[in-house]
């Protein structure tokens, strides 16, 4: 096993920003390019804090994938399970925000969809600690989706050390396909040791208005351990028996973005320090999330998604 190595399965793409104010995509003229997708974010906020981190997906061989295989080795999380591929372009992501605060969104999907079964290194995926599976697009369509399906269940089938689980609902990708959503997410939890959701997909996945009903509800299903984060009141964290919420430290939030996924990659790189990841204990768990709050917070005093990523140093000497 490779002691303390997480590797993130999903999508890395370009998000091309419109800096242009309250105005659709229409009208917007001037666009900033970051690296994105949601389970990389998480990757380079592991390695940003000192843990060991890898990603596995794939980009278009193409200038666009090429940046981002960059901006991820910079971070100095291992690329070597990046697939480049030579006929699909790079996946692209256009976002506007407009003066309602409603969000104009395009996204041209290329070549984080197309990854294949017999292209991911099995024996190399599962000698990790933890493993884990937070996109917001392999769930949409094949082959991806199949692939992303079909290394979770074997990883829990094989005993793997540690699944990790983050369904990352994203309204303008499930527009007029919410059951398949649910189910594929409900799928997913029930086969994970711990389970990340937001209080809108708390309630999303399990059809329950009341908190502690919907966390059950999780658990029932087969999730060992459920955090739901809560913005500014912290996290919920629930093993089955025990159900907790962990407050935040309070900030002066400029932009959100990202803020979830430094949540995840914070707690992640705690849990993959462990000898045996499957039995944390309660209270470190609890230790762990309140160590991840911090981390979530910081990351909202910043602009940018990787770019806020705090060092473990200065989640240390940062005072609220």
Known sequence: MMAGNVICVGELIIDFFCMDIDVDLIHG????????GAPANVSAAIARLGGRSSFAGKVGDDPFGHYLKAALEEEKVDTS?????EEARTTLAFVSL???GERDFVFNRGADRLVETNEIDRSRLYAASVLHFGSATALLDDPFRSTYVELMQ???ENGFPF????????KDLWAGRMPEFIKLAREGAAIADLVKVSEEELHLMTGEADRTAAVRSLHELGAKRVCVTLGKNGTLVSDGRALVQVPSIRVQSI????????FVGALLQKISGLNEPKSVPFEQLL??????NKVGAIVCTKVGAIAALPTLEEVNRFRA
């Open 255 to 262: 932009d959100s973005t990202g803020a979830g996924d430094a």
């Open 163 to 170: 699944l990790s689980f983050d369904p990352n609902y994203r």
């Open 98 to 100: 407009e003066a309602s």
């Open 81 to 85: 399970m990046l697939l480049m591929d």
């Open 29 to 36: 003229e001037q666009f900033v390019k970051k690296a994105g």
């Open 287 to 292: 230790s762990f999330v309140e160590f991840a």
């Open 154 to 156: 074997g990883a829990a």
